[in-house]
């Protein structure tokens, strides 16, 4: 399995991205996927999950803010970030858990600053 996240960049505060994470294999469908996030300095941290039967979870500090999403016909994986700030600058990663195993995608990076 391996997968590529994308959609990363730069952003002013109050701004919006969508990040993707594309998945090899035929495994996806039956997979947890999930969105984690390392700031400068601090430890990853999950940011949200998303079941194989749809059942969402969010980190705090961005509920109300981010949506995780799937589409298993796309073997893809979405977070759509809004409303952002300073504090969500942070390299994010896709991380995939399906048959206990899990695996992580490269990384891309969010720069949220004016």
């Known amino acids: 399995v391996q997968l590529q996240a994308s959609g990363g960049g730069l952003v002013q505060p109050g701004g919006s991205l969508r990040l993707s994470c594309a998945a090899s294999?035929?495994?996806?469908?039956?997979?947890?996927m999930g969105w984690y996030r390392q700031a400068p300095g601090k430890q990853r941290e999950l940011v949200a999950t998303?079941?194989?039967?749809?059942?969402?979870n969010y980190a705090d500090s961005v509920k109300g803010r981010f949506t995780i999403s799937r589409d298993n016909a796309k073997n893809t994986v979405y977070l759509q970030m809004n409303s952002l700030n300073a504090e969500d600058t942070a390299v994010y990663y896709c991380?995939?858990?399906?048959?206990?195993?899990?695996?992580w995608g490269q990384g891309t990076l969010v720069t949220v600053s004016s």
């Open positions: 294999g035929s495994v996806f469908r039956i997979a947890v």
């Open positions: 991380r995939m858990v399906v048959i206990k195993t899990d695996y």
């Open positions: 998303i079941t194989a039967s749809f059942s969402t």
